[in-house]
């Protein structure tokens, strides 16, 4: 299966933590989400080709980690089913 790399960058221009994405999925849109594990999402919020020709597109991206409930304020965790 042939696969894309992305350069991941935040809106400053400076690299995303992680700084390339490998996706099977060519086409991102400002809106989509890459979740990234269990607590962590980035959010497209723009995409551009790259520099060069044979150089990587671009994501712009922000990125967000997940609330737990237990890490809400005031919440306390629920008992194991």
């Given at each position: 299966?042939?696969?894309?790399?992305?350069?991941?960058?935040?809106?400053?221009?400076?690299?995303?933590?992680?700084?390339?994405?490998?996706?099977?999925?060519?086409?991102?849109?400002?809106?989509?989400?890459?979740?990234?594990?269990?607590?962590?999402?980035?959010?497209?919020?723009?995409?551009?080709?790259?520099?060069?020709p044979?150089?990587?597109?671009?994501?712009?991206?922000?990125?967000r980690?997940?609330?737990?409930?237990?890490?809400?304020?005031?919440?306390?965790?629920?008992?194991?089913?």
């Amino acid at each position: 299966m042939a696969g894309f790399t992305y350069r991941l960058e935040l809106e400053d221009g400076t690299p995303a933590d992680p700084p390339t994405f490998d996706a099977a999925v060519p086409n991102w849109h400002p809106g989509d989400m890459i979740p990234l594990g269990r607590d962590r999402t980035l959010r497209v919020i723009d995409t551009r080709p790259g520099r060069e020709p044979d150089e990587d597109p671009v994501l712009v991206v922000e990125g967000r980690n997940r609330i737990r409930l237990t890490d809400a304020p005031g919440r306390r965790s629920a008992p194991p089913l």
